[in-house]
């Protein structure tokens, strides 16, 4: 099956900064999504997105699908935006997740 | 419009007692998921629902693990025996469908742990 890689594995940021994560694949997908997973593992629905930029707020995303990579941008973060961000590329039917990057926002 | 609903939250169980998770999609989604997270992975597909027709059963380990969605509509995930290492977290997510509205919601949740 495809591998999805993701970076970085942790991050730790100031209430304020910016942050890009990273997701890799392996393979070509038909379509991509991108989710927080907060402290109380609840995921939610971040980007819907298999290619070109989308924005919804302080949150931006970008898929390369020719290129096999998404990012995630982060701006202005805040102590809410902690939690595990997971991308989710799917392969006919299938998603497939990664590992995820743990972001921790310290005040 | 509620979300995707799964019963219980936290399930406290000794191995080979038998357990069952349930799970109520979105309203109007015809395509339902049950996924196993551990601990610091992603989740993980066991198996995937059009209406009431499992169309990939592939990933759900058969000769302990059974799934049901009878009417097209909620569906039970029941493990039977359990075992130490079904301790982790069972999700439900579901889609309108699994081709162009494939957009996938999930639900809070069932914490297994298996003593």
């Known amino acids: 099956g495809i591998q999805v890689e993701q970076s970085p594995p942790d991050l730790i940021l100031q209430e304020g900064a910016n942050s890009t994560l990273r997701c890799n694949f392996s393979?070509?997908?038909?379509?991509l999504q991108w989710f927080h997973q907060n402290p109380w593992g609840q995921l939610i629905n971040l980007f819907y997105i298999p290619s070109g930029t989308k924005q919804n707020g302080r949150l931006s995303a970008t898929t390369v699908a020719t290129e096999r990579y998404s990012l995630l941008y982060i701006s202005s973060s805040q102590t809410t935006d902690s939690g595990v961000y997971f991308c989710?590329?799917?392969?006919?039917?299938?998603?497939?997740f990664g590992t995820g990057t743990s972001l921790t926002v310290i005040p | 419009e509620a979300g995707v609903v799964q019963s219980p939250r936290y399930k406290i169980i000794e191995k080979k007692q038998p357990v069952a998770f349930w799970c109520n999609p979105i309203s109007g989604h015809n395509t339902l998921y049950w996924y196993l997270q551990n601990l610091g992975q992603g989740p993980e597909l066991l198996i995937r629902y059009e209406n009431e027709e499992a169309v990939d059963d592939s990933q759900l380990p058969k000769d302990r693990f059974s799934a049901e969605r009878l009417k097209g509509v909620d569906s039970t995930l029941k493990i039977q025996p359990a075992e130490l290492g079904d301790s982790a977290v069972y999700l439900c997510?579901?889609?309108?469908?699994?081709?162009?509205?494939?957009?996938?919601?999930f639900g809070p949740g069932t914490r297994l742990t298996v003593l």
């Open positions: 997510a579901s889609s309108l469908d699994s081709y162009s509205y494939n957009e996938q919601f």
């Open positions: 393979d070509s997908v038909n379509n």
């Open positions: 989710a590329p799917l392969v006919g039917n299938q998603f497939y």
